[in-house]
């Protein structure tokens, strides 16, 4: 159990689109989602947490504008990377935290997505 | 502001050494520390955590002791095998409920 998807795994796309990443989780209500950004050879980032029905809360430094998060039901969860340029290229994971009896506060984590602007 | 620091790899062994991959952490208050394991293509899986000092985290043969008076939480296991080839995080968890994580460090077990 307690399985978090994110789609799509890779996307690239060209400077100036504007890109869409899903979280979900799959047999779990999340009332918490977590973004998180990874460069290469670097510590996961937080970017932003999401609580389900209200507006993301952003670490210090990074553009609400520009990664706009929208957490609409308790299963998903979406990033949207806006006029993306190429050093927005990086992984993308997001994490979810259960509202399970002995798993609370723990965060389940997606398989990341892969981003590549041209 | 808190903050993890664990050794850079990539770590490469022969199967049935002995694995220490070495985790220390700066915190304002009495965090949580966790280790996670990323396999090839897939998401970050908790390995184990511990949420006290002096409590030992284990799973699957792994172990770290949280010792507060070095601020450390490295992770160690006996007899390493192949399929424990993956990226090793270090996190903790301040008293906030937000994560900090270290780098990763890449273990590479050779037959």
């Known amino acids: 159990g307690a399985v978090v998807s994110q789609h799509p795994s890779r996307v690239i796309c060209k400077s100036g689109t504007s890109v869409k990443i899903e979280c979900r989780s799959l047999d779990f209500q999340a009332t918490t989602m977590f973004w998180y950004r990874q460069f290469p050879k670097q510590s996961l980032m937080l970017m932003a947490t999401?609580?389900?029905?209200?507006?993301?809360?952003?670490e210090q430094g990074v553009e609400k504008d520009k990664f706009l998060i929208n957490h609409a039901s308790l299963t998903l969860s979406t990033l949207t990377v806006t006029s993306a340029h190429p050093e927005d290229s990086s992984f993308y994971i997001c994490s979810a935290t259960s509202l399970l009896a002995g798993a609370a506060n723990e965060q389940f984590f997606g398989p990341g997505t892969r981003l590549t602007v041209l | 502001g808190d903050s993890v620091t664990q050794m850079e790899g990539p770590v490469t062994l022969s199967e049935e050494a002995f694995l220490t991959i070495n985790c220390t952490y700066t915190?304002?208050?009495?965090?949580?520390l966790f280790w996670y394991v990323q396999y090839p293509g897939e998401g970050l899986q908790l390995l184990l955590k511990a949420t006290k000092a002096d409590d030992k985290g284990s799973n699957k043969g792994f172990e770290a002791t949280y010792r507060k008076e070095t601020t450390s939480f490295h992770l160690e296991k006996g007899s390493v095998q192949v399929s424990d080839s993956a990226v090793y995080f270090c996190a903790l968890r301040d008293n906030f409920n937000k994560f900090y994580f270290g780098s990763g460090t890449k273990l590479n077990v050779k037959p």
């Open positions: 999401s609580n389900e029905g209200s507006k993301a809360t952003y």
């Open positions: 915190a304002t208050g009495y965090p949580s």
